[in-house]
């Protein structure tokens, strides 16, 4: 699943985004890329929670700026643990 939704990204930023004209992200990095490195780090469950949590962060009522993937946690994952 990993591969597949860093490939929608890829295609995303090739085919879609250079399309948009003046629409321009209000963070560095992008949003998608943003999505691209939070999956890549975190795996495909949290990197989508990441990434949707930045989609939604990424309008007039926050300033923008620049907003890193936050730094891996054991080893590139988040592991629940068990009881």
Known sequence: ????????????????????????????????????????????FWGILLAVGRILRCNPMFKGGCDPVPPSILGGRIKARRH
């Open 1 to 44: 699943m990993k591969s597949l939704f860093l490939s929608l990204i890829r295609w995303y930023q090739r085919k879609i985004s250079p399309r948009k004209g003046s629409a321009v992200c209000r963070y560095y990095p992008t949003c998608s890329q943003y999505a691209y490195e939070a999956i890549e780090a975190y795996g495909s």
